[in-house]
């Protein structure tokens, strides 16, 4: 508490003037002050940067422009909620994950576009909704699109599916028909046939 | 809808609950009534107006997506500048990591580009005014100098006039903790401006 020079240490002076010294302590450090100077100058010393700080003019802030980036926040915040909402009712987790991303996406715009010339006083409120609905938008048509591709994805599979059947039973049949020419032409004796009749083979 | 101005008599508890059964237009009063105070608090951790926006607008954020849990066992104001000063206090230790990988000279650079600190002109004697005005901006900005953790239990002392329990609280610090920093900032204060404006102002 005090210092070997018999003074208050600045930790305790402190705590004295700013009303934290209790009890037999508080008592002691004023019984202290009063007859001691140079422990008031320490103390006035200790003060004096706080008492300059709360002097500091503050800016003039511009509420409104604020009110209206938060309420454009909240607005994207609410449609967000509403897309994960939709998602996890369709149970779709991989929607979820998606609409994370639009999550990353939109607070990123809303910084970019409202950010700053919300500072500047201007009305960034219908942008930010614009960005919000864009958003939510934007997951639906993911979403649409997947099950699109994925729709697509199956055709193809389907007809590729398809098509080599079909390529394989005609080169099963043209083999079937070499075998059955070539038996015939081999057992007629005509073998002369054979190179007429498939020319490119 | 109602215009900011029917809310008047419409107490924070009242608004907060509105807002928590999803009201956001008694949300908004709430934003209008305390923005000013924590948009100064901000700009002095911060020492940038831009800065000191940003994070007041992601607190408000935060308070709405968590305005449920506010129970009004405290007053909403002090409740908002919790999430904001910890808000802050997050951005300040990112910083300090990425500030550990470049250069910290330079981070403090960039951090003073704000606009000049400004005095209010009280009192009449114009030697006066002249004198203090210097003192308090030399303070602002030997306040923005500061290192960040013995800065913020400055600002919550000193313009925000908690006590060492509820900056203890807000910080998850403990008192002890809040004691030893602010003598730390207080002494560094005092050199830094013994230094700037000559012993004899602090002698
Ligand atoms: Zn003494």
């Not at chain 1, 930790?11 to 009063?34: F, N, V, W």
């Not at chain 1, 039973?169 to 046939?193: F, K, P, T, W």
């Not at chain 2, 020492?47 to 009004?72: C, H, M, N, T, Y």
């Amino acid at each position: 508490m005090k210092r070997e020079s018999g003074h208050l240490d600045a930790e305790t002076l402190g705590a004295y003037i700013d009303g934290e010294l209790h009890g037999p302590a508080r008592q002691a450090a004023a019984d202290h002050l009063r007859v001691c100077s140079v422990c008031r100058e320490t103390a006035s010393a200790l003060g004096a940067p706080g008492s300059a700080a709360r002097q500091v003019q503050a800016p003039e802030w511009n509420v409104e422009a604020l009110v209206a980036r938060v309420e454009a926040g909240i607005s994207a915040l609410e449609a967000e909620g509403e897309a994960v909402n939709d998602a996890v009712a369709a149970g779709r987790r991989r929607t979820v994950e998606r609409a994370g991303v639009a999550r990353w996406t939109g607070s990123a715009g809303r910084e970019g576009s409202a950010g700053r010339e919300g500072l500047a006083g201007r009305e960034g409120s219908a942008g930010l909704g614009d960005l919000a609905g864009r958003a939510a938008r934007w997951v639906k048509s993911r979403r649409r699109s997947a099950l699109g591709f994925a729709a697509a994805a199956v055709i193809l599979l389907v007809s590729l599916v398809g098509a080599a059947g079909y390529v394989y039973r005609r080169e099963m049949i043209a083999q079937d028909r070499v075998l059955v020419d070539s038996h015939y032409i081999i057992r007629s004796g005509n073998a002369g046939a054979l190179l007429v009749s498939y020319p490119g083979r | 809808m109602l215009a900011g101005s029917d809310w008047a008599c419409t107490s924070d508890e009242d608004l907060a609950r509105g807002a928590a059964s999803g009201s956001q237009d008694a949300y908004s009063e709430l934003v209008r009534r305390h923005s000013k105070k924590l948009l100064n608090l901000a700009w002095r951790m911060t020492g940038s107006q831009e800065a000191a926006l940003d994070a007041v607008q992601e607190a408000w954020l935060s308070g709405w997506k968590g305005i449920r849990s506010f129970r009004g066992e405290a007053e909403f104001y002090s409740w908002m500048r919790r999430i904001l000063v910890n808000g802050i206090n997050n951005e300040f230790r990112k910083r300090s990591r990425r500030a550990a990988l470049v250069s910290l000279d330079r981070s403090m650079d960039s951090e003073e580009s704000g606009e000049p600190l400004q005095v209010e002109d009280e009192g009449a004697d114009p030697q006066d005014i002249v004198g203090r005005a210097e003192t308090a901006r030399e303070i602002g900005q030997a306040v923005v100098r500061l290192p960040d953790m013995y800065r913020v239990v400055f600002l919550l002392r000193e313009t925000e006039l908690m006590s060492y329990s509820e900056i203890a609280d807000v910080l998850g610090i403990a008192e002890g903790t809040v004691k030893s920093r602010l003598n730390m900032a207080r002494r560094m204060l005092r050199e830094t401006l013994s230094e700037e404006v000559g012993s004899a102002r602090f002698a």
